[in-house]
């Protein structure tokens, strides 16, 4: 039990550097191809992308930072009104904790047993598995997650600042897609394996709606490339 616990929270920490990573590649690449498109300079091309570095991670970072004290605070509230209850209404609590194993399958004797062994055991444990649905109270890391969100993001995005440098500018934005797409392929490969779903499926998703935004990019850039 405590190896599959283990494994399932590697599977979680690895998805979401994924899916991190994979918002560093189209983002970035989004609007180094847009700005690219426009027919700006090297310079300027190389500033978005560093832009884009800078304003992704920091947002991934504060994104993921608030999610999870959010989570942290509406699981402590819910705990903190369940003890309540527990104290002012313990023959409900019973009942209902009763209740949601009735509605699992069991007999309503034998729920009540059930709910009453687990209440005398640990009440707040019981309810808080069964009727809130918080398995385990894991210390919460915000900072943690928030570098580790703003680190995909910045790993996604090295590629394509890297190419900003390299490539000859007309070159730039074929070579810029065509990178992303291999990119993105193989890391949506890699997510589908971790997760068990159809590679092939996974990888070709995420391949088309990175290919729908770098192209909309792409043509706000020329739109806007003519106009200047
Ligand atoms: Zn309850």
């Given at each position: 039990?405590?190896?599959?616990?283990?494994y399932i929270?590697r599977n979680n920490?690895l998805r979401?550097?994924v899916?991190?990573?994979?918002?560093?590649?189209?983002?970035?690449?989004?609007?180094?191809?847009?700005?690219?498109?426009?027919?700006?300079?090297?310079?300027?091309?190389?500033?978005?992308?560093?832009?884009?570095?800078?304003?992704?991670?920091?947002?991934?970072?504060?994104?993921?930072?608030?999610?999870?004290?959010?989570?942290?605070?509406?699981?402590?509230?819910?705990?903190?009104?369940?003890?309540?209850?527990?104290?002012?209404?313990?023959?409900?609590?019973?009942?209902?904790?009763?209740?949601?194993?009735?509605?699992?399958?069991?007999?309503?004797?034998?729920?009540?047993?059930?709910?009453?062994?687990?209440?005398?055991?640990?009440?707040?444990?019981?309810?808080?598995?069964?009727?809130?649905?918080?398995?385990?109270?894991?210390?919460?890391?915000?900072?943690?997650?928030?570098?580790?969100?703003?680190?995909?993001?910045?790993?996604?995005?090295?590629?394509?600042?890297?190419?900003?440098?390299?490539?000859?500018?007309?070159?730039?934005?074929?070579?810029?897609?065509?990178?992303?797409?291999?990119?993105?392929?193989?890391?949506g490969g890699i997510a589908a394996k971790i997760g068990g779903s159809n590679i092939k499926k996974s990888?070709?998703?995420?391949?088309?709606?990175?290919?729908?935004?770098?192209?909309?990019?792409?043509?706000?850039?020329?739109?806007?490339?003519?106009?200047?």
């Amino acid at each position: 039990m405590q190896n599959e616990n283990h494994y399932i929270h590697r599977n979680n920490w690895l998805r979401a550097a994924v899916l991190g990573a994979n918002d560093g590649i189209i983002s970035t690449t989004s609007l180094v191809i847009g700005v690219a498109a426009a027919g700006s300079s090297r310079q300027v091309i190389l500033l978005a992308a560093l832009a884009s570095l800078v304003a992704g991670a920091g947002s991934m970072a504060a994104g993921e930072y608030v999610s999870v004290c959010s989570q942290t605070d509406l699981e402590k509230a819910d705990l903190e009104r369940e003890k309540n209850e527990l104290e002012a209404t313990p023959k409900e609590e019973l009942e209902e904790l009763a209740d949601i194993y009735v509605k699992r399958g069991l007999d309503k004797q034998l729920a009540r047993q059930v709910a009453t062994q687990l209440m005398t055991h640990n009440a707040l444990d019981a309810h808080a598995k069964d009727e809130l649905g918080i398995n385990e109270m894991t210390t919460p890391r915000p900072l943690q997650a928030a570098m580790a969100s703003a680190a995909s993001f910045l790993i996604g995005g090295l590629l394509p600042l890297l190419f900003t440098i390299i490539i000859s500018i007309e070159k730039m934005v074929v070579s810029q897609y065509l990178s992303a797409i291999v990119s993105l392929a193989i890391l949506g490969g890699i997510a589908a394996k971790i997760g068990g779903s159809n590679i092939k499926k996974s990888a070709m998703r995420i391949c088309f709606w990175g290919t729908v935004a770098m192209l909309s990019s792409a043509l706000v850039g020329s739109i806007f490339g003519m106009n200047s």
